[in-house]
């Protein structure tokens, strides 16, 4: 679960409204997604919410277990009034450029507060360790750098780099705390005019796998769900409105996107690929080739496949994100704009409320960006990468219910 | 059915050892083809027969019903002596390419005579042809010019060409005299020591559709197999080998290989691809590119996605090359050293028996080529395509067939 709300103070005419936006991945909308747009909207006295969400691929790379349109509509009929989709050049990504992506995209719809999910729920913690950061940031990056020559994962020498330079305000192996931390100091380094916020997680751990309670982790209800379906446990941890779009997609397509789906794709293409070509894409680095194909020929499984492939420099998270580009033929050539742009290209819409409908008709002419509602918009061709990723998400589908799904992309946003 | 026989006189110590070679694909191997080997051995008198095969994808650009190891088995039991596998960047190529890298492998291997199925049998036909062709070399090109900015197919060009210049000794229509044509073409173009032969076809035409005699074509037999699978009326048409061969084939992948078993690869990496990733392909020529990014994204199955892409110009038989070609992603720059090559850069020997061994002994010396009996061999890396293409072809089935089937491939040639 990745959590952040920004706030914006906008007047229109003479009534000043609120807009909150929340970065998100509803991978699926359950409990505690309620309770952050709940407690958002009760903190700030928000009028309008405005998510902006991952699509297709998530962060920690790997298919969202139904669409981003299913899930759009549960987030909206729980009270948010804004659905953005992130795009997948940002959304599939470690936690400094998916911060960048999100908070830039928050910005460009003209949000001005953040506030985010943390286990500790105090703002002061995390801006406190920016500017502690900035301050020993030459003994940290030296650090960080001989961990990594040491041949450490990128996320265990940061936090090594971490413990050395004396950070103790935030916990830097917590997921939630990395990203969190990623978005403050993304609006503050570029001195955003945004405030951000947090407010305390509750009940779950963000990695957790059994249910153990009403508010479960995303984890632990994919599980459930990919192993035994609609059992109850499942249920009640879910507002009904989740559930029906889960039921729906499910209705649709009769199995839900995991890797394992994807794993004869994978495999066909890794095995009909150079290892030139594949250093060609987008996190195939440090001979990182080679590794794959060595182990590509006799993969059994995805799961097979990473653990034959994982090593203590390459963790499953950084290698489920390399894998994910090679499904999505995501090249280094494809990314660099993104990586060298100041904000984000675009804004493209999914879905929203009344609320967010009245929000954009009086905010639209402020925005720089296109704001893109529909494939069929003249803008279309900026989407390239999101396109494709799309098309790849829906092509284990038979073509029937994969032409069904494709068409969202191309009407109007869903209006609740 | 392709099928060529070359003959060598070569002298060991003081016995002459006639040996002979096929062209052949042997997509399965019936009655017909062995009555080509047998024929072959009554007129040449030949000791030793030698077959180079298409490996895991045909000349007309279809995946073979079989892997080339049981096709291989099926033929050495029926008298062939020596199988090559004719590799991958010539045997999915139209005719001119095809008949290079076929009658150079046969030539590199010493053979001295070739002897091709026709619908005459008459091999002065074919000579007469090529003499003719090359009196009216200027006009026939002058005209297949011409018909080919009309719009004409390839195929349909050059026999309009062949009937303008006066060309009556070969019908130019059919598949088999295509081949036969390009085989002597090739022979007499290098002067290469090898005399032509052809034999009469009997019974049945390349591509005939229905089983109307023990003597079936390939097409109507395969068309047999993947619709009833093992009726009566398929048996008849084969010699128990290759019924053997067949059948273990079947119980160990439970499937067929047909173009529709690739679909969904073929269609995921299409749809997962620029238009300019697929003009680097061999084959995708002349913006085809667009016209396949166009036609991907509705098509249901093979077949229907080949009646959306064809058109008078691009025949099925070109296209299918074409898609082949993506499916294996072989690119233009990886065909390029074939294309630019006087001989084939390497013999590849599949089996052999107790005869073709001898042979092998004996004139193993002589051969001037890498002559790879698997792919152990410290010659691997030039089989670069035809590894990935094997890979391919196998990547349909389940981990555990897969690796069953490519352990072929590193093992000894098969010895019956």
Known sequence: ??????????????????????????NPFHHGHYYHVHKTKQITNADCIIAVMSGSFLQRGEPAIIDKFHRTKAALEKGVDIV?????????????LFAKGAIYSLYEIGVS?????SESGNIADFIDSYNFLKKHQVKYDTNMYRFLNKGYSFPLASSKAF???GMKQVDMV??????????????????????????????????????????????????????NDWSQTVGQTLPKSSVQQLKKYKSITNQWHTWESYFPYLHYRVIS?????????????????????????????????MEQIKTKRYTEIRLQRMFTHILTNTTKKEMEPFLNMQSVPYLRLIGMSETGQAYLNHYKKEIQL????????????????????????????????????????????IIL
Request: aromatic share 8%.
């Open 273 to 305: 690929m150079s290892t030139e070509e594949l250093a060609q894409i987008h996190g195939v680095d440090e001979g990182l080739e080679n590794r794959i194909k060595k182990t590509a020929i006799k993969a059994k499984s995805f799961q097979h496949w």
């Open 163 to 165: 413990e050395i330079i």
């Open 174 to 227: 917590q997921p939630n705390n990395i990203l969190g931390f990623s978005y403050v100091k993304t609006i503050l380094e570029n001195r955003l005019p945004i405030k951000p916020r947090t407010i305390k997680r509750i009940k779950n751990h963000y990695h957790e796998k059994a249910i153990t309670n009403k508010i479960a982790s995303a984890t632990s209800i994919r599980k459930e769900l990919i192993n």
């Open 370 to 413: 296109p704001l893109i509602s529909s494939l069929k918009n003249k803008f279309r061709s900026l989407l390239y990468t999101d396109e494709k990723a799309m098309n790849v998400y829906y092509s284990i589908l038979p073509s029937e219910q994969r032409e069904k799904l494709r068409k969202q992309e191309f009407q109007l946003p």
């Open 84 to 96: 953005l989709e992130l795009p997948y050049p940002y959304a599939v990504q470690s936690s400094t």
């Open 1 to 26: 679960m990745v959590i952040v709300t920004i706030i914006l103070d906008y007047t229109i005419g003479v009534v000043v409204v609120k807009a909150c936006g929340l970065v998100v991945e509803y």
């Open 113 to 117: 507060e953040i506030c985010f999910g």
